[in-house]
């Protein structure tokens, strides 16, 4: 995951595209870097608009994130979080009812995710988009591992 995010870097954001190095906006990122890792299966997203979070209670960005990951911590975003690379941090940006941003973890609290400037790595610690905010961590890993546990040998 962490491999695949950073090939990601410098692509422009362009809402609703997933073209890597043209354009991408932060949940196709999420569900790109998914799919490249064989996490999740090419599905639509359908289309939204830049403001599409301050109309609903919906929960549909997290709803596509807890498909493909189990959360692992909800927190506030500070440098001693134990987050392994890989894992999806989301927040709810912009004064948000609901989950409405997510990223990357490389190596917490360093975030490869999709903002205006285009897709970038940033310490969560320090950048103002993450300092202080409520985190939800979620592991797409878990959901294989805890999957192989149950099939019977």
């Known amino acids: 995951m ?5 090939t990601w870097i410098g692509t422009p954001y362009v809402l609703g595209q997933a ?4 354009g991408v906006d932060c949940a196709r990122l999420i569900a790109e870097c998914l799919i490249a890792c064989k996490l999740a299966e090419p599905e639509s997203v ?10 609903t209670t919906e929960e549909r960005y997290l709803f596509y994130i807890m498909r493909h990951a189990a959360l692992t911590i909800e927190s506030i ?5 134990m987050i392994e690379p890989g894992c999806i941090v989301a927040m709810k940006a912009a004064r948000s009812k609901v989950v409405n941003h997510a990223g990357i973890v490389t190596a917490w ?3 490869v995710h999709a903002i205006y400037d285009g897709v ?3 310490d969560a610690s320090r950048d103002p988009m993450w ?3 409520k985190i939800e961590i979620f592991d797409p890993f878990a959901k294989i591992c805890s999957a192989e546990k149950q099939t019977p040998q």
Not at 2 to 6: I, S
Not at 46 to 55: A, N, Q, R, S, V
Not at 77 to 81: E, G, I, V, W
């Open 131 to 133: 300092i202080g905010m």
């Open 109 to 111: 609290p360093m975030v």
């Open 19 to 22: 073209v890597k190095g043209a």
């Open 46 to 55: 359908g289309l939204y608009g830049h403001d599409w979070f301050h109309h």
């Open 2 to 6: 962490v491999k695949e995010a950073r």
């Open 120 to 122: 970038a790595e940033v």
């Open 77 to 81: 975003a500070y440098r001693s979080l």
